[in-house]
């Protein structure tokens, strides 16, 4: 017996909205992708915004 589902046409693909282009490119990153540059920065911002919340 087989499911009618499985025999269903598969419906026309939508194009893909901006966030699900972006979500999918952020998913494919990876760390090693990064430039030395951009680590530097991220790590200098993220210890701007601590000292930051630690001087009140």
Do not use: H, K, Y
Not at 18 to 42: H, K, N, Y
Not at 44 to 53: E, F, H, N, P, S
Request: aromatic content about 4%; some cysteine; hydrophobic content about 50%.
């Amino acid at each position: 017996m087989t499911n009618a589902l499985s025999q269903a046409p598969a419906p026309p693909s939508l194009p893909l909205s901006l966030s699900q282009e972006l979500s999918i490119w952020a998913r494919a990153m990876c760390f090693e992708d990064l430039p030395a540059e951009v680590i530097r920065d991220t790590r200098l911002r993220v210890l701007d915004v601590i000292g930051l919340a630690l001087a009140g």
